[in-house]
C-alpha cells in the first residue's frame, strides 16, 4: 500500500463490499470502484497514456473526477487537476506548463478546454477525452465499459511522481507543485490518522473542491486508503450540505469558516439529526471568536481542529486541537503535523522569541520534491532542506502560532511593518462588516497607505471614519485603515482572498 493506486486495491481487497463512493444516486462499493477504474485505466493505456505523461483532469466534485484521477494515477500517470471554471488561457497556461498528453474534462467546461487547445495549436497533439456524453470528443467512461476489469500489469513505485497541483497564482503565474505518491500518502497519514484519528468507519463529506490540495490529499486519497465512505457533493449549498450529513451519517467535513456559519444557519432551520458528525477542520482563513463559541454550543459532539498548510507541504503545516480551538480560535496552529518540524524564524534565519514575528518555515515527509519545470522558484523555496513558505507568524508566550501576513502582502508605511491579518481581525468585527480585505496602497511619504475593502452586511453602510473609530481601540494608530473601499472581496475557491486582484482591479485608479 505504497501508491495511490495500489491503496484503493488494498481497501477493494479488505471490504470489498463497504460503500466507497455516494454522489447523488450514483454508489459504488470498493469491489466496483476498484474494477471500474481497472477499466478506465485499460481505457486511458489504449489512447497512449503512459507512466510519467502530465493527465491534466478538468473536473469538478464528482465520481467522474474520482474514478479518472485513480485511473491515471494506476498506470503511473501524474495527474493534474484543475478547477473546471478557468478561462482557456488560464486552461492553456497549465497544459503547456505540464506538458500535458492527454486532458480530460467534464462535459462542461468543454468548449473552454478546446479553445485553450487550439490556442497552444496543440489540439492534434493532445489526447482529448471526456468524462461522459458530449460533442467535443469521446465519452472515455462510455467507452471503458468493453473493458477488463482485472488489474493491469504497470509497476509503480512510491517514488514515482504522481500529481501536480498548480498553487492559486495570488502572486504571479501558477506554479506547479510536484508531488509523488510517498507524500502524498504521507500527507494523508499525518493529517486523518495521525492527528484526527479517523478510521475504516468514518463517512467523509466532500464539498470543499477535489482539485484542490487540501480536500484531495487530506480527505480522499487517506479515506481511500482506509476504506472509508466516500459522499460527494458538486458544490456548496448550506442546506443541501445539512441534510446530505443527516442523511448519510457524515463524520467528517473540511471547509473554511464561512461554511460552517452558513451550515449552521441552515441547522437552527432545519434542525436534522448530526449527531453522527464528529470531526470538522478548517483552515484558509481564521474562525471568529463568535462562530467558534457558537459551533460548540450547537454542535458539542463536533471536534474542531484548525489546519494550516500550504500546497508545497502536503498541505500539512501546524494545527490547534479542539481544546485550543475552543480556548484560543485566533491562534493558526499550536504544534507541527504529524511527521512534520516547524521553524519561525527572522530575516537572518534566527529563530524568533516569543512576542516576534517570522517566516514559517517547514519540513517533513509530505514537502514537494519541487516546482515542475521551474528549478529557480525551487531553489529559491526549499532551502536548506526546509520549505520557506513565505507567510509570517507571530510566536505567543504559549507556543501558539499565528499567521499575520503573506511576507508579499506585508504593508510598510512609514518604516513600519503592518500586518494585514491583525488589521482585517479588527475591521471584521464591525457590525456593519460581512466579510473584508487589507491592502497597502503605494504612498508619496509613507511608502504605502492601509486599505480596508469592505463588503458591508445587507442593509448597512459603513464610512472610514466609523471604522477608523471602532477600530481605534483595538490597533495602534499608524496601524488604522486610511482608505475604504466597499466591494466585494475576492476569493479563490479554496476560501483565500486574492490581493493581486485587488491590487491590480480595485486599487488600479
Known amino acids: ?34 474494477e471500474v477504474v481497472n477499466r478506465l485505466a485499460r481505457g486511458f493505456a489504449d489512447h497512449g497514456l503512459s507512466k510519467g505523461d502530465r493527465c491534466v483532469l478538468v473536473s469538478g466534485n464528482s465520481i467522474e473526477f474520482v474514478l479518472a484521477f485513480y485511473a491515471a494515477a494506476r498506470l503511473g500517470a501524474i495527474v493534474v487537476p484543475v478547477n473546471p471554471q478557468s478561462a482557456a488561457p ?60 482485472l488489474p493491469l500489469d504497470v509497476q509503480v513505485n512510491e517514488s514515482d511522481d504522481a500529481l501536480i497541483v498548480y498553487t492559486s497564482g495570488t502572486t504571479g503565474l501558477p506554479k506547479g507543485v510536484l508531488m509523488d505518491h510517498h507524500r502524498l500518502l504521507w500527507a494523508g497519514v499525518a493529517i486523518s490518522l495521525g492527528t484526527a484519528g479517523i478510521s475504516d468507519s468514518a463517512c467523509l463529506l466532500h464539498v470543499a473542491p477535489l482539485y484542490h490540495s487540501g480536500q484531495l490529499t487530506l480527505m480522499l486519497i487517506s479515506g481511500i486508503m482506509l476504506g472509508a465512505k466516500h459522499v460527494i457533493l458538486p458544490r456548496f449549498e448550506p442546506r443541501t450540505v445539512v441534510e446530505t450529513m443527516a442523511r448519510e451519517k ?34 484558509a482563513a481564521p474562525m471568529p471568536a463568535p462562530l467558534a463559541a457558537r459551533i460548540q454550543n450547537e454542535i458539542p459532539h463536533a471536534r474542531i481542529y484548525s489546519f494550516f498548510g500550504q500546497t508545497e507541504a502536503g498541505p500539512n503545516g501546524i494545527y490547534s486541537r479542539p481544546a485550543e480551538v475552543a480556548a484560543r480560535p485566533d491562534v493558526t496552529g499550536y504544534r507541527a503535523t504529524p511527521m512534520m518540524a516547524v521553524r519561525i524564524v527572522d ?73 494585514s491579518a491583525e488589521v482585517e481581525s479588527a475591521v471584521a468585527t464591525h457590525p456593519a462588516v460581512a466579510d473584508c480585505a487589507v491592502v497597502g496602497r503605494p504612498h508619496e511619504v509613507y511608502g504605502e497607505t492601509v486599505v480596508a475593502v469592505v463588503t458591508p452586511v445587507p442593509g448597512q453602510t459603513l464610512t472610514i471614519e466609523d471604522l477608523r473609530a471602532h477600530c481605534a481601540s483595538l490597533l495602534a494608530d499608524y496601524k488604522l485603515p486610511r482608505q475604504l473601499v466597499v466591494a466585494p472581496i475576492p476569493r479563490n475557491l479554496s476560501g483565500k482572498i486574492l490581493k493581486r486582484a485587488i491590487r491590480d482591479d480595485l486599487l488600479a485608479d
Request: aromatic content about 6%; proline content about 4%.
Open 90 to 149: 488560464e486552461i492553456a497556461h497549465i497544459v503547456s506548463d505540464s506538458g500535458a498528453a492527454m486532458v480530460l474534462s467534464e462535459p462542461g467546461p468543454a468548449a473552454a478546454v478546446d479553445e485553450a487547445l487550439a490556442h497552444l495549436g496543440t489540439a492534434g497533439t493532445v489526447t482529448r477525452l471526456l468524462l461522459g456524453p458530449g460533442e467535443h470528443g469521446p465519452d472515455a467512461l462510455e467507452a471503458s465499459r468493453e473493458h477488463s476489469s
Open 347 to 419: 530575516s537572518d534565519g534566527s529563530d524568533v522569541r516569543p512576542g516576534q514575528v517570522g517566516e514559517v518555515l517547514l519540513r517533513g515527509e509530505s514537502v514537494m520534491k519541487g516546482y515542475w519545470n521551474n528549478p529557480a522558484a525551487t531553489a529559491e523555496t526549499l532551502r536548506d532542506g526546509w520549505l520557506h513558505t513565505g507567510d509570517l507568524a507571530r510566536l505567543d508566550d504559549d507556543g501558539g502560532m499565528t499567521i499575520v501576513d503573506r511576507i508579499k502582502d506585508m504593508i510598510i508605511s512609514g518604516g513600519r511593518n503592518i500586518y
Open 250 to 283: 457524515v463524520t467528517a467535513f473540511f471547509g473554511v469558516p464561512t461554511m460552517y456559519q452558513l451550515m449552521l444557519d441552515a441547522q437552527a432551520e432545519l434542525k436534522l439529526d448530526l449527531s453522527s458528525w464528529t470531526s470538522g477542520f478548517y483552515g
Open 1 to 34: 500500500m505504497t501508491t495511490i493506486g495500489s491503496s484503493l486495491s488494498y481497501s477493494a481487497a479488505r471490504t470489498p463490499d463497504a460503500p466507497a463512493l455516494c454522489c447523488g444516486e450514483q454508489r459504488l462499493s470498493y469491489r466496483e470502484l476498484d
